[in-house]
């Protein structure tokens, strides 16, 4: 069972889609499931100013992509290099168990694309 946060960020999708003026990006996929997840990052001044995302998979790594990016709007390049699963499951509110695989996806996208510039 999903837990209304994670509904929520399910139904809406909030920084759903791409980012023109990208400064990072990532993609990664996990090879067991086939879920995809695309980052797009516009840093200034090391701060995350705005953060897209595109995620092709199931409803746990949906919404775990999206909260990543609530989470890292307006944060420093350090602040997000210290995201956890465990701060991202907490925002959530939980997420099944068979599902975590989402969370894990999100944050080595969100990493691979704050690697990179």
Do not use: W
Request: aromatic share 6%; glycine share 8%; charged share 20%.
């Amino acid at each position: 069972m999903y837990s209304e946060k994670a509904r929520q960020l399910i139904t809406e999708l909030p920084n759903r889609g791409t980012l023109a003026n990208a400064t990072h990006t990532s993609s990664v996929e996990n090879p067991v499931c086939g879920d995809i997840t695309h980052f797009y990052l516009r840093v200034e001044n090391g701060v995350i100013c705005d953060c897209r995302f595109q995620t092709f998979g199931c409803p746990g790594a949906l919404a775990a992509s999206a909260a990543v990016t609530v989470l890292c709007k307006g944060r420093t390049l350090n602040e997000v290099q210290q995201l956890t699963r465990k701060a991202i499951l907490e925002y959530l509110g939980g997420l099944p168990s068979h599902k975590l695989h989402g969370v894990d996806l999100a944050i080595e996208a969100l990493r691979q694309a704050i690697g990179k510039s």
